[in-house]
């Protein structure tokens, strides 16, 4: 992709100095050409290998990476919004299809822009267009047909298709919500309270970050590195060079040649998604060994095991996530990896919390005894706490690694809190002052300056319309949520949210905050557990649906598209994505009950994300009872301050030695490393060892080593495969996967077992 700014010339020794070594250069901060022309330039220096910048920064991605071209066409057109409402509930569709596997992905933008892309195409080519009636007697039509095929379809009209079905496909924890009281609590949820519900979170969470635009979209260090791929399919598609030439051919060979090759690892060969050695290895070691080795080195199947060493080749599961997030974070994360498996196994085999009475991994709460726990029993009709049921049926269990998650997820929140506070607040004050100055040196935020911005009392409005429509579902609704509860806990939500989006825009990734919900859930509802789901819902989905409004802000910002058409775009998505999303979860729910109910699932459906907020619903409206200081979970909550104290000690140490040998204190990220230390908690965990190696083929030898080839083809190559991939899946759920309600498998051969896990790991009882 062109850069923004004039082009480095690696010859010219005016502008370069050499460091350190003859195949790295830096460019000259007082006496670069480009400093002159481009004042962001002169902030810091650029790395340069074989003539080309090292991608390290946001800076560095708004210079390098994204073209800063706009070429002004109109965004908002009848054809860019009829295209997004049709392929919203494709996305939403697809959305709900992916919450009820093993392994939870987002629906890739990049899938969805490659439709309204063919789509918008053969529109422009194939409707009646203006030019066709001009001197002829229908000249009169002229005008409708220009308002309904404009011509050509531009790079603004395919953002504002994509980002409306996008914005439709973002998961929302209110639907999930619809499942848990459908599936445990038989209570069908009226569409009209689903559809206010959903659209109260989303448009609550978005009021919220558009105030903070000035913090979290506006600065070149808010990335939101997961979009990049997205960006960069859309400048290629639309910026007719010969360079993007090669970059589109390379975009269609690797989307169709993982369009035909999926179908291999998710239907006819899945032992392609967990191929263990020691698995294999173990088919006549003892009963013992077997089991521990299913814990250890198995994964392929849901709540299977660990995963260790497990080679998956399934690229749904593993994504280009890996190729876009920054190799400081996924260092950290592979620290969590690692304190991970020493965990679990730890938990489980020293019968911390009992652990041995229950499966090894799982997210559905038990009975001491180890069956399911009888919770319609304990809560009744009413869904409120019968005590002398309680009494008779006893206190729910969590497994040894549901309840490590909980404790890693309250000690990420507490970190990340603190990191925010200690290492990035001057960063957060300096950026409003420099929005409201309008001196944001961001070359795409200047370049927008010639759009009038949507003012900030739009998003007002749209605040005081989502807590009304909250409100109505409160007193309406089938919630048991006290009134002022559901205050508490949207104000929770809005403390929380600049916190989150943050770390995300800046690393990548987030931290699941929703456990501290789920804790103030407790603690003012006890005995309640649909009201904590719903308490849950308003306070969680505020961050994390701002997250992902503010992502798409930010592509927003990257490709020109008026921040006013982004306001529209984004409601009218969500208003969509609330209703589909509501009647794929039924239909889904209704066609594979069963299975979701299922403290395992198979490699195919899984109930873990209904079971999870199901679970953490009732356990927190037994806080006082689980969680307090004489129940058997008392640590959970006193890790959200522990979680603190480590982060404060690295800001002193920071603070008085910035740099220990060759590390830089400040890239530890400890609030990461607490979340990664329970990722294999629950779920298909044999995708880890495939991701790392993605990871460090892309941002370590890729980035560094051949700068210019991933400066113009990583990201575009990341989105090729993972919409070839979700092309397919989407396809194969319908088909042959049952999400239409009947299920077609493929005939049994050793690569698709008919009996045990898929992984050949066949331990604890899975040839039963």
């Not at 876009?324 to 974070?329: A, E, F, K, M, R």
Request: charged share 10%; glycine share 8%.
């Amino acid at each position: 992709m062109a850069p923004s700014t004039p082009a480095v010339d690696a010859s010219s020794d005016e502008k370069l100095k050499l460091e350190k070594s003859d195949s790295t250069e830096v460019i000259d901060e007082k006496n670069s050409s480009l400093d002159q022309e481009d004042p962001f330039a002169s902030q810091d220096d650029v790395v340069l290998l074989k003539g080309e910048p090292v991608i390290t920064s946001g800076k560095d991605v708004s210079r390098f990476v994204v073209d800063i071209r706009d070429d002004g066409e109109d965004a908002l057109t009848f054809r860019s919004i009829v295209i997004g409402t049709v392929f919203a509930g494709l996305g939403a569709a697809l959305c709900q299809i992916y919450l009820f596997k093993p392994v939870q992905m987002v629906v890739s933008t990049v899938f969805l822009l490659l439709l309204t892309y063919s789509v918008g195409n053969a529109w422009a080519k194939f409707l009646p267009r203006r030019a066709w009636v001009v001197g002829t007697r229908f000249e009169f039509l002229a005008s409708t047909l220009q308002f309904i095929n404009p011509g050509e379809f531009s790079l603004k009209e395919h953002v504002v298709a994509s980002l409306v079905a996008s914005t439709a496909a973002a998961g929302s924890t209110s639907v999930q919500n619809f499942a848990v009281q459908r599936l445990y609590y038989d209570t069908k949820v009226e569409a009209t309270t689903a559809v206010l519900a959903t659209f109260s979170t989303a448009c609550f969470g978005y009021g919220i970050v558009g105030l903070l635009r000035p913090l979290t979209v506006y600065p070149s260090e808010m990335v939101y590195w997961a979009n990049l791929p997205t960006v960069s399919v859309f400048q290629a598609l639309h910026f007719d060079t010969a360079a993007n030439h090669k970059r589109v051919r390379l975009f269609w060979g690797a989307f169709t040649g993982m369009f035909v090759y999926e179908v291999l690892p998710s239907y006819i060969f899945p032992l392609l998604n967990g191929f263990n050695i020691f698995c294999l290895a173990s088919q006549h070691a003892s009963q013992k060994t077997v089991d521990i080795f299913t814990n250890l080195f198995g994964g392929a199947d849901g709540n299977e095991g660990l995963g260790l060493l497990s080679l998956s080749f399934d690229w749904q599961y593993i994504g280009s996530t890996f190729m876009s997030l920054p190799l400081i974070q996924q260092v950290n994360s592979w620290i969590g990896y690692a304190l991970c498996y020493i965990a679990i196994m730890g938990i489980y085999y020293s019968n911390t919390w009992n652990s041995l009475d229950f499966p090894m991994l799982s997210t559905s709460i038990f009975s001491s005894n180890g069956s399911i726990y009888h919770q319609s029993a304990v809560f009744g009709a009413k869904f409120q706490l019968n005590q002398t049921a309680l009494d008779e049926i006893g206190l729910p269990a969590l497994t040894g690694s549901n309840a490590w998650s909980n404790l890693t997820a309250n000690l990420a929140i507490g970190g990340l809190i603190a990191h925010c506070i200690f290492f990035w607040g001057p960063y957060a004050k300096d950026s409003f002052k420099l929005a409201r100055a309008k001196t944001q040196p961001d070359p795409h935020y200047q370049a927008m300056q010639r759009y009038k911005e949507a003012p900030w009392w739009w998003y007002v409005i749209l605040l005081v319309l989502a807590f009304f429509a909250g409100l109505i579902v409160i007193f309406k609704g089938q919630t048991t949520l006290p009134w002022w509860s559901y205050i508490v806990a949207l104000l929770l939500g809005a403390f929380i949210t600049p916190f989150s989006t943050l770390l995300f825009a800046r690393m990548g990734n987030g931290i699941a905050t929703n456990q501290l919900m789920k804790m103030v859930a407790g603690a003012i509802n006890p005995g309640r557990p649909v009201a904590n789901l719903y308490f849950s819902m308003w306070s969680h989905d505020v961050v994390s649906t701002s997250i992902n409004l503010a992502g798409d802000l930010k592509m927003g910002q990257y490709l020109k598209i008026p921040p006013r058409v982004m306001f529209l775009t984004q409601v009218w998505g969500t208003i969509l994505g609330a209703i589909v999303n509501y009647v794929v979860m039924i239909s889904i729910v209704d066609a594979q009950r069963d299975i979701l109910l299922s403290p395992t699932g198979t490699n195919v459906w899984s109930g873990q994300v209904p079971q999870s907020l199901n679970s953490a619903a009732v356990t927190w409206s037994l806080a006082k009872e689980l969680y307090g200081m004489n129940g058997p979970y008392f640590v959970i909550p006193l890790s959200l301050i522990i979680g603190m104290v480590p982060t404060f000690l690295q800001w002193l140490i920071w603070k008085r030695w910035p740099i220990i040998g060759p590390v830089k204190v400040d890239t530890i990220m400890l609030p990461i490393i607490y979340m990664y230390s329970a990722w294999m908690s629950v779920g298909v965990n044999s995708t880890i060892t495939s991701s790392i190696i993605v990871g460090l083929v892309s941002q370590l030898w890729l980035r560094r080593y051949h700068p210019g080839w991933y400066k113009k083809y990583n990201y575009i190559l990341g989105g090729a495969l993972d919409g070839g991939a979700q092309v397919m899946i989407f396809v194969l759920s319908f088909a042959v996967f049952g999400a239409s309600g009947v299920t077609r498998p493929f005939p049994t051969w050793a690569g698709n077992p008919a009996v045990g896990n898929v992984d050949y790991c066949n331990g604890n009882g899975a040839l039963d």
